[in-house]
């Protein structure tokens, strides 16, 4: 191509979907993300294709035929900007022709605007993504101010279990305080009783308060991390 690349950019994606298999051998053909083939000059570009690809792909999800297709569209934009920036620094193009540098450069600018359109139609532009970040920085800690709350609360419920289970302690103690040995007995209030009922009642009761707090606070960490 050592003429103007005078051609729209749609008449250029054509040609890089070409269909013509009699030609095909004289191409590197690769496939795009919506099972469209790429008809490309070389296997630099190739491989510049299926790594841009790859890259997409893992950052962003892409649910219907449409973002596909819309990704093809980009994804061909930007290989025939990549491959105006080759030649532009090569000073010639892949055989070595020269061309019109100014004229090289104006339809790079014009396919790299629509790159940007695209990219802002497809949310997946620079504006987009810092906006993206700021939105799930924002309930991120949003979130973690919930389960700061959340903490809080178990701290109170266990201030209370505690607070509970010692006036009950308190008065066996006191029980025991006032009775002999015979009233102890009937009354279960012993020291083996009131062992018992600390190794038996209050472990397990204030443990399982704090296990169900655990539990949910290995869910929300794992959410939040």
Same mark, same amino acid.
Not at 112 to 126: A, F, L, V
Not at 131 to 139: I, K, L, M, N
Not at 170 to 175: A, F, I, P, R, S
């Given at each position: 191509m050592s003429d103007q690349p005078d051609q729209p950019t749609d008449d250029e994606l054509l040609a890089l979907l070409g269909e013509d298999e009699a030609t095909e051998d004289a191409f590197v053909v690769?496939?795009?993300?919506?099972?469209s083939r790429f008809h490309l000059l070389n296997m630099e570009e190739g491989r510049w &294709?299926?790594?841009s690809l790859e890259r997409y792909t893992e950052q962003y999800h892409f649910d219907n035929i449409a973002d596909l297709q819309d990704l093809d569209r980009l994804l061909g934009l930007e290989l025939l900007s990549y491959r105006y920036a080759n030649w532009l620094?090569?000073?010639?193009?892949?055989?070595?022709?020269?061309?019109?540098?100014k004229a090289i450069r104006e339809h790079k600018d014009k396919i790299? !605007?629509?790159?940007?359109?695209? !990219?802002?139609?497809?949310?997946?532009?620079?504006k987009a993504r810092v906006? %993206?970040?700021?939105? %799930?920085?924002?309930?991120y800690l949003q979130d973690l101010l919930g389960r700061a709350g959340e903490f809080g609360v178990h701290r109170d419920d266990q201030n209370a279990k505690i607070l509970n289970l010692f006036m009950?302690? !308190? +008065?066996?103690?006191?029980?025991?305080?006032?009775?002999?040995?015979?009233?102890? !007995?009937?009354?279960?209030?012993?020291?083996?009783?009131? &062992? +018992?009922?600390?190794v038996e009642i209050a472990i397990p009761e204030f443990d399982a308060l704090d296990d169900h707090f655990r539990e949910n606070q290995r869910m929300w960490i794992k959410d939040i991390a």
């Open positions: 690769v496939e795009g993300s919506s099972g &294709f299926e790594m620094l090569r000073e010639a193009d892949y055989d070595g022709n020269p061309f019109d540098d790299d !605007k629509e790159i940007r359109g695209i !990219k802002q139609h497809m949310g997946i532009g620079r906006e %993206s970040e700021s939105q %799930s920085v924002s309930d009950e302690l !308190k +008065k066996l103690v006191g029980l025991y305080q006032r009775t002999d040995e015979e009233e102890r !007995k009937e009354l279960e209030v012993g020291l083996d009783d009131i &062992f +018992k009922w600390i």
